[in-house]
């Protein structure tokens, strides 16, 4: 009896050890290696951008021509934007990559393939880890209408304005991100940004979303937008 009550206590530490290393793994290391990943796809753009080689602008809201320069394509698994959201604090800013599967995930955001380019007609739209992997999106119920999320490649600056959210859903919604989004309360085609994350927060059960319109455009040689000064 004694060999088996020490059995057994001896089982039941070890999985306690190996369930407080597997706690450890995902709240800390997952972000440790995210964020440094994440923080290499910006200074890859960065050199890259250095190098005079960001995308081609789309036109701006109002103009009626797209800019001549065909765009590059989108690459899976590359880096070629990067994301603020002020009100995520003044420090936050991701990398935004082609592609939305989870290896695409664990270095930055990820860009819904077959959704439109960045600025450009349609409806651009983003997903984001709420947890693990840097928790990128940890706040994002935060985000409220009027909020503003701008993002650059390299040659422009973009600012969106929120209208809308964040709107709770289930992952099989796939309208919401249409390039003219189901239930976003946008009548027609236009400019749009769509986020996506999970909830809750350490579940996927339901996607929280917010949807955005482009308001305004500026090359990057002409300074920061009004949106990122502090």
Not at 31 to 55: E, F, P, T, Y
Not at 95 to 121: C, N, Q, S
Not at 142 to 164: E, N, S
Request: aromatic share 10%; glycine share 12%; proline share 7%.
């Amino acid at each position: 009896m004694r060999v088996i009550v020490r059995t057994v206590s001896e089982l039941c530490i070890t999985v306690g050890t190996l369930i407080v290393l597997f706690v450890v793994y995902v709240l800390f290391w997952t972000g440790v290696r995210a964020d440094g990943a994440m923080n290499d796809q910006i200074d890859q753009l960065h050199r890259q951008w250095s190098k005079g080689r960001g995308q081609p602008a789309a036109a701006a809201p109002g103009e009626q021509t797209v800019a001549a320069t065909r765009p590059e394509p989108y690459h899976h698994g590359r880096a070629f934007a990067i994301m603020y959201i002020p009100r995520l604090g003044a420090g936050w800013h991701k990398p935004v990559l082609e592609g939305t599967g989870a290896g695409v995930l664990k270095k930055g955001l990820g860009h819904y393939a077959r959704t439109a380019r960045l600025g450009g007609t349609g409806n651009f739209s983003v997903a984001g880890h709420r947890r693990t992997y840097g928790d990128p999106f940890e706040d994002f119920p935060r985000l409220r209408p009027g909020d503003a999320v701008v993002l650059t490649d390299g040659t422009t600056w973009y600012t969106y304005r929120i209208d809308k959210g964040p709107y709770k859903t289930v992952p099989t919604d796939v309208g919401v991100v249409d390039p003219v989004p189901g239930k976003s309360g946008y009548a027609g085609p236009g400019r749009y940004l769509t986020l996506t994350t999970c909830d809750p927060e350490w579940g996927h059960s339901h996607r929280l979303i917010v949807w955005a319109h482009l308001d305004a455009t500026q090359p990057v040689d002409t300074g920061e937008p009004r949106a990122l000064r502090r």
